[in-house]
């Protein structure tokens, strides 16, 4: 009877150690996740900030949300604003935007957008995002992909 006994306290240690480190697990997953839900949000409004300076040609505005790395590429706001209207028109003048999901963790995560362009025609930009030392996030480049057969 000694022996059940000893190994039914045995039992409910290993138990409650299990349900510990499933809290802790459970507990991180929880914070991670949030840090995520956070990290998303921060990322959409300056992608959505930079659009709105889009709208408006304020190209002195849009190149404030650019990563450092952005800006040392193209030098001026001029020349950045050049760059958007040549080459990512979707993104200049979309008629419709969505945010759709976000990839990794900070400091870097992927924000993919989904864009419908001034024709009806539906992209996929993918926004490389990075957090600054500040806190801050800046936009570190995008790819855009025409999304077949939209």
């Not at 000694?2 to 039992?11: I, P, S």
């Not at 802790?24 to 996740?33: K, N």
């Not at 009806?120 to 030392?133: D, E, F, H, S, V």
Request: with cysteine; charged share 20%.
């Amino acid at each position: 009877m000694k022996r059940v006994g000893a190994l039914c306290r045995q039992m409910i240690a290993l138990w409650r150690a299990a349900a510990v480190a499933l809290a802790i697990v459970l507990s991180a997953s929880a914070s991670a996740h949030a840090q995520s839900d956070e990290s998303s949000a921060a990322a959409q409004q300056v992608i959505a900030s930079q659009l709105e300076a889009f709208s408006r040609d304020d190209w002195s505005e849009a190149f404030t949300f650019a990563s450092p790395n952005i800006k040392r590429i193209f030098g001026t706001p001029e020349r950045f604003g050049q760059m958007v209207r040549n080459g990512y028109p979707m993104v200049w003048r979309p008629s419709r935007t969505e945010f759709v999901e976000v990839l990794g963790e900070a400091p870097r995560i992927i924000q993919r957008v989904l864009l419908t362009d001034g024709d009806g025609r539906i992209w996929i930009a993918q926004y490389a995002m990075l957090q600054l030392q500040d806190g801050s996030w800046k936009i570190d480049g995008v790819q855009i992909e025409e999304q077949a057969g939209a």
